[in-house]
């Protein structure tokens, strides 16, 4: 049992944050899951970043005979991964909304706020992202796919927001195909998502990660 919502990590304690990074994590996993990524990311000191990676909470899940597990929404069948609880998806994404109102409050610059989500992680980041009325830093998605593409509100203030899609070329849980989809219901929406493909399953891989950190570098560079 995690006894605390988030998990929080300092990319520097030399300097005074100056942005933020929500990591969500996938199905079944938690919020440690990507903590040990952080120092392989390669982000200069002055950045000062926070990454709050939060808990999913314990629910259970049908594809999985119901058994209890961290998700942050219920999948209904394996072979079509539209077939799941939007409803929970969007309570997740209230949750992401929360997170990003809670580094508001601690003096953060909404567009220093970057959302990064691997698998169901991910899709909750699209439909939180686009949703949120404050205008974000980036979105980085990661071996995921975009549920709710036809269903989202997207809020005017995310009409030029960054955003980096990651996939396995031999992901057999979500298929890079899926990925690919992704990027075209972006473009659909008048965005101009960055696409990136790895040979690996789905997992993440070093060269992806040394992406997303000179990605991150780039965007907070400004």
Partial sequence: ????????????????????????HGLGANGHDFVPIVPQLN????????FVF??????????????????????????????????????????VHALIRRELDRGVDSRRIVLVGFSQGGAVCFEAGLSCASPLGGIIALSTYFPTATSVVMQPAQQRLPILVCHGLMD????????????????????????????MAHEVCIPEINHIGRWLQNLLAT
């Fill in 1 to 24: 049992m995690n006894n605390k919502p988030v998990v929080e990590l300092l990319s520097s304690d030399t300097a005074e944050v100056n942005a933020a990074v929500i990591w969500l």
């Fill in 43 to 50: 982000l200069p000191a002055d950045y000062a970043v926070r």
């Fill in 54 to 95: 939060p808990h999913a909470p314990s629910i259970p899940v049908t594809i999985n005979g119901g058994l209890v597990m961290p998700a942050w929404y219920d999948i209904l069948q394996l072979d079509n991964l539209r077939n799941l609880d939007e409803a929970g998806l969007r309570g997740s994404a209230a949750t």
């Fill in 172 to 199: 057999s849980m979500v298929p890079e195909a899926l990925g690919r989809a992704s990027v075209e219901s972006l473009q659909a929406l008048g965005l101009a998502p960055e696409y990136q493909t790895y040979p």
